[in-house]
């Protein structure tokens, strides 16, 4: 089992920023690619970002140029640095990560969310 814990959510104003952080921990062999999802009221789920072992980048086109995803593979962490930020942005923000055992299969793991909240 992994379990992951998003960290770093909470209120800002439009144009401000955060950094969001998901650790992964427990009965971890190998992470895979990390990534960051959102939720906003009323709507689906929606990738934001996605960053692959080796460091290759993905990220929605409502966030390139504002968002950074990167990781700590030593930490077994991924970040989310968000500036420049507006009011849609607002949604609760979800970590997964896909972990291959030791025995070869792979499970896509997710965190709780964290709720980031952009005001005007």
């Known amino acids: 089992q992994v379990q992951l814990v998003e960290s770093g959510g909470g209120l800002v104003q439009a144009g401000g920023s955060l950094r969001l952080s998901c650790a992964a921990s427990?009965?971890?062999?190998?992470?895979?690619?990390m990534g960051w999802y959102r939720q906003a009221p009323g709507k689906q789920r929606e990738l934001v970002a996605v960053?692959?072992?080796?460091?290759?980048?993905n990220y929605a086109d409502s966030v390139k140029g504002r968002f950074t995803i990167s990781r700590n593979n030593a930490k077994n962490t991924v970040y989310l640095q968000m500036n420049s930020l507006k009011p849609e942005d607002t949604a609760v923000y979800y970590c997964?990560?896909?972990?291959?055992?030791?025995?070869?299969?792979?499970?896509?793991?997710w965190g709780k969310g964290t709720l980031v909240t952009v005001s005007s």
């Open positions: 960053i692959t072992s080796g460091g290759t980048t």
């Open positions: 997964n990560a896909e972990h291959t055992g030791v025995l070869g299969g792979s499970i896509v793991y």
């Open positions: 427990g009965s971890i062999f190998s992470l895979g690619a």
